[in-house]
């Protein structure tokens, strides 16, 4: 473990010179060490100041900056990482340790979020672990403790652009572990994302209000949705997913309020799904809503052991509790399924359950192949207030 650690730490600092020849402004570029700053390695002292010391320092360069965190445990309490008064064009964060949370799961679980970046941008984030120690809050939930804090996100931007994260892992979020809301142009790749399959609400990624995004070669193991899409988001571009145990990747849920964003061009790419509670889904409130859903794209993606590979559920009520048993006001139109294949733990393995008052429209099942686990029965879609086409192959037989 030692000897990768070391290669780790020389690959960062290969990366460090790599950014200082292609910037041309390599000369003026400075690197921040957070142990300069009395960050302590042990994870045990907080380095919270010390950390947004540095990250006062990159911000007040007039080039580009890097703050660079050696190997090592850093304990780190809810910090918010402001762009409000940067100057500098960009700021690489390269981190080759952890980052890990209070003992106390109460401290970051009173918290909204964790590591917050505000109104930043060209901050990129590469490397590092964040331990957030979720189980402790887990429990207490799992316990029905009436007094258990809400929880933290583990790393969140808000109104930023120009972003990029790149090999992160995000390790037992208290919440969700990603949260991109009010951005442009963002690029996940090659993130990390484990937790425990029956942690509550720990949402992989989760993106609203937000545009450009790409979300690439990425692993995500965790407790609620993989990948969880709110209003407002547009030209979001997902490839090479692998999700599992989770609930997949979800469209919603929508109708939450009157007046919502839509979403709409969102690509799901050569994704995988293992043991998962869904696949492709689409999730609306059945309520009143100004909110829609258009133009999706899911093409070549694998279902093993499914619940449910592929839904729209205009009626998403959970646990069946203050349902709001109106009509959804979301308009679904223009979503295909292309190249989907794969295994349905349940016997229902497309659900198309739609709006009376606002029907799904241009539905496009293509090249669709989905068996049901139990050999002695066949698959079978289910289709309400649906309306669209089957092209080529299509596994179980058409609904539309």
Same mark, same amino acid.
């Given at each position: 473990m030692g000897r990768l650690l070391d290669i780790s730490y020389f690959l960062l600092l290969f990366f460090i010179l790599i950014i200082i020849i292609l910037n041309p402004s390599s000369s003026a570029t400075q690197v921040y060490?957070?142990?300069?700053?009395?960050?302590?390695?042990?994870?045990?002292?907080?380095?919270?100041?010390?950390?947004?010391?540095?990250?006062?320092?990159?911000?007040?360069?007039?080039?580009?900056?890097? /703050?660079?965190?050696?190997?090592? %445990?850093?304990?780190?309490?809810?910090?918010?990482?402001?762009?409000?008064?940067?100057?500098?064009?960009?700021?690489?964060?390269?981190?080759?340790?952890?980052?890990?949370?209070?003992? =106390?799961? %109460?401290?970051?679980?009173?918290?909204?979020?964790?590591?917050?970046?505000?109104g930043v941008?060209?901050?990129?984030?590469l490397g590092g672990a964040f331990d957030a120690k979720?189980?402790?809050?887990?429990?207490?939930?799992?316990?029905? +403790?009436?007094?258990?804090?809400?929880?933290?996100?583990?790393?969140?931007?808000?109104?930023?652009?120009?972003?990029?994260?790149?090999?992160?892992?995000?390790? +037992?979020?208290?919440?969700?572990?990603?949260?991109?809301?009010?951005?442009?142009?963002?690029?996940?790749?090659?993130?990390?994302?484990?937790?425990?399959? +029956?942690s509550p609400n720990t949402d992989g990624i989760h993106v609203q209000r937000s545009t450009n995004i790409a979300i690439i070669r990425s692993t995500i193991r965790t407790g609620d949705d993989c990948i969880s899409i709110g209003p407002g988001t547009k030209n979001l571009w997902m490839e090479g997913i692998e999700c599992g145990p989770g609930?997949?990747?979800? /469209?919603?849920?929508?109708?939450? =309020?009157?007046?919502?964003?839509?979403?709409?061009?969102?690509?799901?790419?050569?994704?995988?799904?293992?043991?998962?509670? +869904?696949?492709?889904?689409?999730?609306?409130?059945?309520?009143?809503?100004?909110?829609?859903?258009?133009?999706v794209h899911f093409e070549g993606v694998t279902m093993d052991n499914v619940q449910s590979p592929i839904v729209i559920d205009q009626n998403y009520c959970p646990h069946n509790q203050g349902c709001p048993s109106q009509e959804s006001g979301v308009k679904v139109s223009d979503v295909t399924y292309k190249g989907i294949r794969g295994t349905s733990a349940t016997k229902v393995?497309?659900?198309? =359950?739609?709006?009376?008052?606002?029907?799904c429209t241009s539905l496009r099942l293509e090249d669709v192949k989905l068996t049901y686990t139990n050999e002695d029965q066949v698959a079978q879609a289910s289709c309400s207030n649906a309306k669209g086409k089957a092209y080529g192959l299509v596994q179980p037989n058409s609904c539309l």
């Open positions: 060490d957070v142990k300069s700053f009395g960050a302590k390695p042990d994870g045990l002292r907080d380095s919270t100041k010390a950390f947004l010391n540095a990250w006062a320092a990159a911000c007040a360069s007039t080039a580009s900056s890097i /703050i660079f965190v050696p190997k090592g %445990r850093y304990l780190l309490h809810p910090v918010v990482f402001s762009g409000r008064y940067c100057t500098s064009a960009r700021i690489t964060i390269l981190i080759n340790g952890t980052l890990v949370a209070p003992a =106390d799961y %109460r401290i970051l679980g009173k918290a909204n979020n964790w590591l917050s970046f505000e941008s060209g901050v990129s984030i979720g189980p402790a809050l887990w429990a207490c939930k799992a316990a029905g +403790n009436q007094h258990c804090p809400s929880g933290a996100t583990t790393l969140s931007f808000t109104n930023s652009n120009n972003i990029m994260i790149k090999r992160m892992l995000s390790l +037992n979020s208290q919440m969700f572990h990603i949260v991109i809301n009010g951005c442009s142009n963002v690029r996940l790749q090659g993130v990390n994302i484990i937790a425990s399959g +029956n609930h997949g990747i979800s /469209i919603g849920s929508l109708a939450k =309020d009157l007046e919502e964003e839509g979403v709409q061009n969102v690509t799901v790419k050569n994704a995988a799904f293992t043991g998962t509670q +869904n696949g492709l889904r689409i999730k609306s409130w059945a309520r009143a809503s100004t909110g829609f859903v258009k133009g393995a497309v659900k198309f =359950d739609c709006s009376a008052a606002n029907p």
